[in-house]
C-alpha cells in the first residue's frame, strides 16, 4: 500500500486516465474527486463488499 500525504485541491494520477482530487478535507473526513473514464467502474469499499448482484450499471452522480 503507498500512504500519501495530500492538500485540498492537490491531485494524484493513477496510471494514464484516472485522476484524484483532494476537495476538501475537514476534521475526519476527506472528500475527493475521480476523473477516470466511463469503462472504469469506481466505487467505496463498503459498496463493493455490500453490492447486490444485479446486472444494473453502476449509478453515477456528480456533486
Sequence with gaps: M???SRRAS?????G?????TVC???GGEVKLG???PA???????N????APKTKN???VTSP
Excluded at 10 to 14: P, R
Excluded at 39 to 45: L, N, Y
Aim: proline share 3%; net charge positive.
Design 24 to 26: 476538501k478535507v475537514k
Design 39 to 45: 469503462s472504469v467502474v469506481v466505487m467505496r469499499d
Design 16 to 20: 494514464n486516465n484516472i485522476t484524484i
Design 47 to 50: 459498496a463493493v463488499t455490500q
Design 34 to 36: 475521480i476523473d477516470a
Design 57 to 59: 450499471k453502476p449509478r
Design 10 to 14: 492537490e491531485k494524484l494520477t493513477i
Design 2 to 4: 503507498l500512504i500519501l
